[in-house]
């Protein structure tokens, strides 16, 4: 606990929200940092247009990613550019399950970063495209799920309480295909078959 104290308070107050690492440690830490769902943390430096950051990089013409921060040497270096799985795998929340490999079961727990209202992304498997899109409203938040045939997925939504949560329209107990599992800091757990699902919860 004081060691990952002393490194956010490097992140957030020393660094103001900068990334201070390579290629090889921004990869790991971001590894990391989403394993213990601190999604809050990567947006920090990830929506940055100030150097150090790719947004800095953007904003002077780069099409791929740099080898340096400062863009010396090499401007297409996109080796170990973990912030891209990020997307899918964290914000859009598109992950494999270890137990069952090659997303014939897929888990969709996207992070609801403060600062993003939307985000649709998609990801190609063995057994087609699963989708993950949501927004927020003032009302609360809305997910389009599409689980591929031959497949299966848990989904976390974030929900209070399971009646706070709809499918399709409908409650968790009348929509088909669907099963609640738990609640779980948050999030209702929810198994799904094949299918699309619009999940809204206040």
Not at 96 to 115: C, E
Not at 143 to 149: F, G, L, N, R
Request: aromatic letters at 12%; charged letters at 20%; glycine letters at 10%.
């Amino acid at each position: 606990d004081l060691v990952f104290a002393g490194f956010e308070k490097q992140l957030m107050v020393e660094d103001k929200g900068h990334l201070s690492t390579g290629l090889s440690g921004t990869y790991l830490m971001i590894q990391y940092l989403q394993s213990i769902e601190r999604h809050d943390l990567i947006y920090s430096f990830a929506g940055k247009t100030t150097y150090p950051s790719w947004g800095y990089m953007l904003e002077n013409g780069a099409t791929a990613t740099w080898e340096h921060w400062e863009g010396v040497r090499s401007r297409i270096h996109n080796c170990y550019n973990n912030i891209g799985s990020w997307f899918i795998q964290g914000l859009a929340g598109i992950r494999p399950d270890p137990a069952k490999p090659g997303f014939k079961h897929a888990i969709i727990r996207p992070a609801f970063v403060d600062g993003i209202d939307y985000v649709n992304a998609s990801h190609d498997t063995l057994y087609g495209t699963i989708q993950s899109n949501w927004r927020r409203s003032a009302d609360g938040v809305t997910m389009d799920v599409i689980i591929p045939a031959n497949s299966t997925a848990t989904v976390y939504v974030p929900a209070k309480a399971v009646s706070d949560v709809t499918v399709n329209g409908q409650s968790l107990g009348e929509a088909d295909h669907v099963t609640f599992v738990r609640m779980e800091k948050g999030r209702a757990v929810i198994e799904v078959g094949a299918g699309r699902y619009e999940f809204r919860a206040r």
